[in-house]
């Protein structure tokens, strides 16, 4: 995936003064991408006042809408409780999985490996 550029430090810097050319050589980044920012910025009618209130995350969601994530469909496992459970003596990552499974379904939620046994897939040696 590629990574997103820091629109809200691309507009600090623009108000302090830095050019297109200087805001992408300093943060590593091509000049196309600075000039969409300040494009996208100018568009939105959004200033470095603005975004100075704002996360790095707010800005890029207010200037790019349409790169936005969506939220993940499948809730992340208890990791603190998986890494936990795995520290036991006799405890196995496939156990924790159908633990896992089993109590999503319970719930009503889905789970990340439903989608993955309609189709008859395996995960690694086991199939799921």
Do not use: C
């Not at 992340?76 to 405890?91: I, K, Q």
Request: proline letters at 5%; hydrophobic letters at 40%.
């Amino acid at each position: 995936m590629a990574r997103r550029i820091r629109a809200r430090l691309v507009l600090q810097l623009s108000e302090a003064g830095l050019s297109g050319r200087r805001i992408a050589a300093t943060q590593g980044v091509s000049r196309n991408s600075v000039s969409e920012v300040l494009a996208a910025a100018r568009e939105a009618g959004i200033g470095w006042r603005e975004a100075e209130a704002m996360t790095d995350a707010e800005v890029y969601e207010r200037l790019f809408p349409e790169r936005a994530l969506p939220e993940p469909v499948y809730p992340d496992p208890d990791w603190e409780r998986v890494h936990r459970e795995l520290a036991r003596v006799g405890v196995t990552l496939k156990r924790l999985h159908e633990e896992y499974r089993d109590e999503a379904r319970a719930k009503g939620e889905p789970s990340v490996f439903d989608s993955l046994e309609v189709a008859g897939l395996s995960v690694g040696k086991f199939r799921v």
